[in-house]
């Protein structure tokens, strides 16, 4: 492999920009960290501190190409944006009360793909279910979508499980987990960042992003977990040991399903014989990670099969395919669909996201290439997607590191549009948001991607 090395400039410095960049992106926790503990706070609130905190974030590429953003600062300020939440309470998000109810029936030896907490409350899953809504303090009853048994893949459980030790019930045991995973997610992208000739310093793309910091220790989003197994399937993937890294894909789809959708591209190398043997340990191995789930219910009262099926938050253009489709679908003279749309939308989707995996995948020759196609993959998946919380921007975020693609840094800078829709819901204005507001988050994100592309191409 033939990659270019980047030397860092000599007398590395603390410049003002970064000074005031590293100021307001930890000011930015400091604030939400102290409001946070207020009922009454106003949501737009917080969208607006993330907002403005993500405008100074964006400013960091330039710094970073001068060299001014040395490894131990870049670990610093993003410790210290973190360490500021363990004190904080989550600011307009529950989803961690399915985790301390999933890790509290694994402890007790139950499985939580077979029993939502509401079969188990009204007391229609046995005597050990019962025994565990009442250990859990009022979880149970606090969590969104109790019909449904978890949706959370096995890894994602084992870490819940690791949480539930050091604090049974509580919430700083996800937090020194979901750290923890972020820590060891972050050493190895710097050592995919050396690999690639890249400064280490980089990494402050990921670590000073104030949306992230937010969603991961304040808001205790569990997509922390997926940061290890993901960078560490690309850094094997560009170190040319594909079966090695469909095992970490493996892994990384045991703590969220979609990363399967990069195998074209991370496993796509070498030999006839090494890829289609990449491929079968990805099958088996992603088949066992999931036996557990295999073992519960895929019926409809799986967490997994509603959120294929039917669930859909804070997306711009799966709305607009599916207007698409509607009117090519429609029977004018019958008045009836001829097939259901949202369906043919979800699965035009997939087919995009597939035929995209396998011809990029195909089209690499430079192993250093594989991390701007994973990335490609994935941003699309995430723009297309008909949910697109701000959580979901980690699955990004390291790739950006390496290639900084200037639309995809302004979607980190508007998501936290999102947090309007909460003040929107408590006025019955929800409607206006998911119609009007939605295009204010992705709009100008895909208007700056389709300039970025024409420009390069006219310069081509």
């Given at each position: 492999m033939t990659v270019q090395r980047e030397t860092p400039p000599v007398g590395v410095s603390l410049n003002h920009t970064v000074l005031f960049i590293s100021l307001i992106v930890i000011?930015?926790?400091?604030l939400l960290g102290i409001l946070s503990h207020r009922e009454d706070l106003a949501a737009w609130i917080t969208g607006l501190t993330l907002g403005i905190a993500g405008l100074a974030w964006m400013a960091l590429p330039?710094?970073?190409?001068?060299?001014?953003?040395?490894?131990?600062?870049?670990?610093?300020?993003?410790?210290?944006m973190r360490l500021v939440y363990f004190a904080s309470d989550p600011i307009r998000e529950i989803d961690f009360?399915?985790?301390?109810?999933?890790?509290?029936?694994?402890?007790?030896?139950?499985?939580?793909?077979s029993v939502g907490p509401a079969e188990a409350i009204a007391g229609q899953a046995g005597a050990d279910w019962s025994a565990l809504v009442d250990r859990s303090g009022g979880v149970a009853q606090g969590i969104s979508y109790g019909v449904l048994a978890t949706?959370?893949?096995?890894?994602a459980q084992a870490a819940f499980w690791i949480a539930h030790q050091l604090d049974p019930w509580g919430l700083a045991g996800l937090r020194v987990v979901f750290l923890a995973a972020e820590l060891g997610g972050l050493w190895l992208l710097v050592l995919l960042l050396k690999e690639l000739g890249r400064p280490a310093g980089w990494i402050a793309i990921y670590w000073w992003n104030p949306l992230v910091a937010k969603e991961i220790i304040n808001s205790i989003h569990m997509d922390a977990l997926l940061l290890p197994a993901l960078v560490g399937a690309l850094l094997l993937?560009?170190?040319?040991?594909?079966?090695?890294a469909a095992l970490a894909l493996a892994v990384a789809a045991g703590v969220k399903v979609w990363p399967l959708v990069l195998a074209p591209v991370l496993l796509w190398q070498g030999r006839r014989r090494t890829w289609m043997t990449a491929g079968i340990v990805l099958v088996i191995a992603t088949l066992l990670i999931a036996m557990p789930m295999i073992l519960g219910r895929l019926d409809s009262q799986s967490g997994l099969v509603a959120y294929a099926g039917g669930w859909e938050r804070n997306h711009a253009l799966f709305g607009a395919l599916r207007t698409g489709f509607e009117w090519l679908l429609l029977d004018e003279e019958a008045w009836v669909y001829r097939a259901n749309p949202d369906s043919v939308t979800r699965i035009a989707v997939m087919l995009v996201l597939g035929v995209t995996a396998i011809v990029l995948g195909w089209r690499i020759r430079d192993r250093a290439d594989i991390p701007a196609a994973a990335l490609a993959v994935?941003?699309?998946?995430?723009l297309l997607s008909p949910t697109a919380y701000p959580w979901y921007y980690v699955w990004i975020l390291p790739m950006l590191c390496i290639v900084p693609v200037r639309g995809l840094l302004l979607l980190g800078v508007l998501l936290p549009l999102y947090y309007l829709r909460f003040d929107m819901?408590?006025?019955?204005?929800?409607?206006?948001f998911d119609r009007y507001i939605v295009w204010l988050e992705f709009g100008p994100v895909l208007a700056l991607l389709a300039y970025d592309l024409v420009t390069r191409r006219n310069a081509t």
């Open positions: 000011g930015s926790s400091v330039g710094p970073l190409r001068a060299g001014h953003v040395p490894l131990m600062l870049a670990l610093g300020v993003g410790l210290a009360l399915r985790y301390l109810w999933d890790a509290g029936a694994v402890q007790a030896g139950l499985n939580p793909f949706i959370y893949p096995p890894v993937a560009v170190r040319a040991r594909p079966v090695v994935s941003a699309m998946l995430l819901v408590d006025r019955g204005n929800a409607h206006l």
